[in-house]
């Protein structure tokens, strides 16, 4: 039964991909511009300072990462299964949205690159001498790999809600944990678009040959499929967790407001205004046994009171 389930979910991200492809591709064109300015930048920037160090160039994801709000949205509503999504629309108004925030988040993740690579290169060295570095190289190893998993709810969760910062990071750590299978199924798609990658790559034996298809690739290819990838692993369990929670936080609040006003019967809730009409019932029928209705079981008589009720408000009207 789960091997049918996860084959249903996998026929349908691969449809998804394919139909949705053509904006994908649109949405890589409009990354393409400030991708490469920024980076081009920073490449001066590390060629002129002869510095030449890997994390000059990966400063370029701070400035950057406010347009991939506007992947980020695209992809969002592309996995929500949205027909038809407006790219240029949603690109833009994810920038306009969110630039701010997806800057701070640009420059935690910077941090968090930066502080995990250079701490598992430090205890790798350490390690080959004494084999105690081995505990802290491992401890170093799953913090960053909690950051990668942190880093798939970031970005869909700042475009989706209007919720504080903490509220974005706390919801995001513990889904990192709450999550885990489905953000395997991230990693799992993401090793699978750079073996792909890899493997053009491979075929290409001229080095000027290497360096045009690496730039087409960066631009061109991976960022909006990298982010549709993420989004159909994590992003309908986050949505729904999370406005489950507002709606747990609401009732929190809706009994703490009934206690100040000293009402103290959370069980009072407003009349029920569902529609009984479509609901069959022998009302002449003996015994009161359980019936199945709207997701849960509950007696004949109650559901007959709920239906009459329904009906005496309707007439009222």
Known sequence: MASEKNAVALTGF???????LPRLLLTNLLFAVPFAVTFGIFYLINTLTGMNSMFIYFLTVIPLFPFYAGVTQ?????????????????FIGGIKENWLRFLVHGIIMYAAVFISYYSIVLYVGLSSK??????????????????????FYVPPMTVTFDIAMKDIYKNSALMTIGEFKHNLFAVFGIL???????????????PTLLIILTIILALFFVP????????SAIY??????????????????????????????????EPD???????DL????????????NGKMMKRSYLIKLKKEAEERKNKK
């Open 14 to 20: 691969f449809s998804s991909l394919f139909h949705n």
């Open 74 to 90: 695209v992809t969002s509503h592309m996995v929500r299964g949205e027909e038809n999504v407006d790219v240029l629309s949603n």
């Open 273 to 279: 205004t569902e529609d009984f009409s479509g609901l």
């Open 192 to 206: 699978i678009l750079f073996m792909l990658c890899a493997t053009v790559l491979m075929c290409s034996f001229i």
């Open 224 to 231: 909006s499929i990298l982010s549709f990838i993420i989004n």
């Open 282 to 293: 022998d009302e002449s029928a003996d015994g009161d046994e359980f019936i199945f209705y």
């Open 130 to 151: 004494n084999g105690m570095f081995y505990v802290p190289l491992v401890l170093c190893i799953l913090i960053a790999c909690f950051f990668l998993f942190m880093f």
């Open 236 to 269: 309908k369990n986050m949505y729904s967790m999370i406005v489950d929670k507002d709606s747990k936080s609401k009732s929190i609040d809706k009994k703490m407001e009934n206690r100040r006003n000293g009402q103290f019967n959370d069980n009072e809730e």
